[in-house]
């Protein structure tokens, strides 16, 4: 197939591309051009800014590809952008479980449905990031209905190549001896690694999974289980006060793991969120 990547130079999109290319599609990857990739010349590139209406128009008016992935769209204006100016037969839209306002043990698809909330046309700026995200769902489900369409919802992704650096905190304030401030050490949490991420992505694109898919790690994990691997390896101990920096994964309900049954309903596996976690963790102390 013919397929459009908005993005996919960082982190789980990088998985991502090689999976497509590795099932033999032709990818196209639109970006600022601002990060260098590794793709050299197994992929096309277009160059434009999601953010400046000329710029995309520019670039893909009178394009037209099977499938287009998205992974940059923040926004209800994000998708309008792309859409009003690119023709497809599918497409895919990075979104996020942040769009969920309220999580429990198992958090389903049908939590949030982007048909029944009020649409309003707006830029990232312009609020939260949960906010943004369901903006950027509802202007595709409200406002361009007429595309075959899937919207990928993912929690927090752990993995080596996180420029977020989440995970890496704990790492580093374990191992310099600083103290944290964690809300809820026994939360029970879903996260998903950075290949599954990116790979489930390239999965999507082949088949016919319609309407929003969540994707993570099999089972969850706590703030409280992480520290005690890290303590493990490493041999030191965490110190937790309420004076400490905030660690990243503060805010999370008692209980935020999300159902994928739709997804491996599909056929689709995902990895242990312990195996993925602390290998991760392992990769950290092996650079540091």
């Known amino acids: ?82 859409l009003d100016h ?74 080596r190549n996180d420029y977020t650096g989440r995970l890496r905190f704990y790492v580093e304030k374990i191992l310099a001896g600083e103290p944290m401030y964690i809300d809820d050490p026994d939360s029970r949490i879903s996260l998903i690694d950075e290949a599954g991420a990116g790979e489930f992505m390239a999965y999507i694109a082949e088949r016919d999974i319609g309407g929003a898919v969540n994707g993570c790690c099999c089972g969850d994990i706590s703030p409280a289980e992480i520290l005690g691997y890290i303590e493990e390896r490493t041999g030191k101990k965490a110190m937790l006060t309420k004076k400490g920096e905030a660690a990243p994964y503060n805010g999370y309900p008692a209980f935020a793991v999300l159902d994928t049954s739709k997804a491996m309903t599909a056929g689709f596996v995902f990895c ?15 650079e540091l």
């Open 1 to 82: 197939m013919n397929i459009l990547v908005a993005g996919g130079t960082r982190f789980f999109g990088i998985p991502m591309i090689y999976r497509l290319i590795a099932d033999g599609h032709a990818v196209t990857v639109a970006t600022r051009g601002r990060t260098p990739d590794g793709f050299g010349d197994k992929i096309k590139r277009l160059c434009l800014d999601r953010n400046d209406e000329e710029s995309v128009a520019a670039a893909l008016d009178g394009r037209n590809f099977d499938v287009v992935i998205d992974k940059l769209a923040y926004s209800s204006n994000d998708v309008r952008r792309l």
């Open 86 to 159: 690119v023709k497809c037969g599918k497409y895919v839209l990075m979104s996020s479980a942040a769009v969920y306002e309220h999580t429990g043990i198992c958090t389903s698809e049908d939590c949030f449905e982007p048909a029944d909330y009020p649409l309003r046309w707006c830029e990232r700026a312009d609020c939260g990031y949960d906010e943004a995200k369901r903006q950027a769902e509802c202007a595709l489900v409200q406002a361009y209905s007429r595309h075959k369409y899937t919207i990928v919802r993912y929690p927090v992704v752990v993995g």
């Open 272 to 286: 242990d969120v312990k195996e993925a976690v602390y290998r991760t963790i392992d990769s950290y102390l092996a």
